[in-house]
């Protein structure tokens, strides 16, 4: 195929620098910085620089923060090729893929939405790297009328580039479930590096602190975004671990070391039936 990446960020870059790695097709690279598309050829992560020629694609990747996304394809989508696949890496489908769909279906585009579950604590090109999909999740959140040949055409993607397992899926629970992995997780690293400890925790920390404090250096525009489009499962999410929480203070101040360990174990057993929940799953 010959394919368009939209952005060459940390994901962008990675896809396209993992589509040269272990795929035969055709990669060119766009970003608002050109300095990044001299990097990215000069890595051999893209063969050739976009031209600004839109027609002549099979598969355009949009790699931005779900605003640009939108606001790009507002402005471009009608110059590309008619029957083009688009696809999006972004964190959020739901709506936003309800509206890219409907810009698709206006200019005669195919859309289906993709997601990644891959990443790292800093973001940008000089960070992407060939082998940052390798046994990642990747959600597929095709509609009810999208192909089944745009289906098996976006998870062999995937697969070329080193996804584990694949989730075919449907955006809105893309979204309640994402709400729940991921953005969940961001708002408490966010939290928890708050306490007034934290410029004394060096030769204190040990695996914990540093996997609950990971992803605290997220980007605070991106983040924002996608929790702003997803905020009724998000606030639904937020509510439960407070509830749970709370549990936890009440012990903590009653004093009450029997509902400790009661809260403790139940949090125990629900994660070792995750866990078999999960070894048990094939790919």
């Keep these: 195929m010959k394919i368009l990446v939209v952005g060459l960020g940390l994901i962008g870059g990675s896809i396209c620098k993992a589509l040269k790695k272990y795929t035969p097709h055709f990669v060119a690279g766009c970003d608002i910085n050109h300095d990044i598309e001299y ?6 992560a893209i063969d050739e620089e976009f031209q600004g020629i839109f027609s002549g694609f099979d598969l355009v990747i949009m790699s931005l923060f779900p605003e640009a996304t939108e606001k790009y394809l507002n402005e471009n989508i009608a110059k590309f090729s008619k029957n083009t696949l688009i696809t999006d890496v972004c964190g959020i489908k739901g709506d936003f893929s309800a509206r890219i769909k409907s810009m698709a279906d206006e200019n005669g585009m195919r859309y289906i939405g993709m997601h990644p579950m891959a990443g790292k604590e800093f973001g940008g090109y000089h960070n992407s790297n ?3 999909f390798s046994k990642a999740n990747f959600i597929l959140t095709p509609f009810a009328d999208s192909s089944e040949e745009d289906i098996t055409l976006l998870k062999n ?11 075919v899926t449907s955006p809105e629970n893309h979204d309640k479930m994402i709400a729940y992995t991921s953005q969940l997780a961001h708002i408490v690293s966010s939290a928890y590096v ?5 410029s004394l925790e060096c030769g204190f920390s040990g695996g914990s ?13 991106m983040w924002t975004d996608l929790f ?14 407070i509830e749970n929480l709370s549990k936890y203070n009440t012990a903590l101040k009653n004093s009450d070391t029997d509902e400790m ?23």
Aim: hydrophobic share 40%.
């Design 228 to 241: 702003m489009q997803n905020r009724e499962n998000l606030i639904y999410e937020l509510d439960t671990l």
């Design 157 to 167: 993607l995937a697969a070329e580039i080193g996804a584990g397992k694949i989730v």
């Design 209 to 221: 602190f540093q996997d609950m404090t990971r992803i605290a250096t997220m980007n605070e525009r």
């Design 39 to 44: 990097s990215a050829l000069r890595d051999v």
């Design 130 to 132: 060939a082998d940052l």
């Design 261 to 283: 360990l009661r809260l403790i174990a139940e949090g125990r057993q629900l994660k070792e039936e995750n866990l078999r929940h999960r070894q048990g799953q094939p790919n």
């Design 194 to 198: 708050k306490s007034p400890e934290l």
